[in-house]
């Protein structure tokens, strides 16, 4: 590693780069656009308040939200949108922390190849048994849009992961 570059920063990039989707719907029909963000506190009016700011840098034990924003860009509504993201090789999924209005949210727990609801998914445990699934095996996300998105209309899904 070369001594200009802080372990920090490389740290972030690996990680950003790993933050990938996948989405499906006809292809100009939905713009996408993903960061990733930290909450922080600062202090407004005399107040302590938390904010979202792009990651600059982070620890193991740090919870960084993958946020996916999408908007319909065409003149008809536009359906079956599914975004597929994956949890970080280097963090861990954050129980109940997936959102996304207007959509049915599932994981995975084999790389991203079956979706299902959390209380579904099934870990082969030693001897043959089977166990549920904790969050911090989930591989993958998915959100499937109920519906179709209106002309002109937006939407957001986020889920949070915390560094190993």
Do not use: C
């Not at 922390?97 to 445990?125: E, H, M, P, W, Y």
Request: proline share 6%; glycine share 8%; no cysteine.
């Amino acid at each position: 590693m070369s001594p200009l570059i802080p372990h920090r920063v490389l740290f972030i990039a690996a990680l950003l780069s790993v933050f990938s989707l996948n989405a499906f719907a006809a292809p100009g029909e939905v713009e996408m656009n993903s960061f990733a963000e930290r909450e922080v506190m600062v202090v407004k009016n005399g107040k302590k308040v938390s904010e979202l700011r792009p990651v600059d840098k982070a620890v193991p034990g740090d919870e960084i939200i993958y946020t996916t924003r999408f908007k319909n860009l065409t003149g008809k509504p536009a359906g079956r949108i599914v975004i597929s993201n994956p949890v970080p090789n280097s963090s861990v999924y954050v129980a109940n922390s997936a959102r996304g209005n207007n959509t049915a949210i599932t994981f995975s727990v084999d790389g991203g190849k079956s979706f299902a609801a959390a209380d579904k998914l099934i870990i082969q445990a030693k001897e043959g048994k089977t166990r549920p699934a904790l969050p911090a095996e989930y591989t993958h996300i998915r959100w499937t849009y109920k519906g179709d998105l209106g002309v002109g209309k937006s939407g957001e899904i986020s889920f949070r992961a915390a560094i190993k």
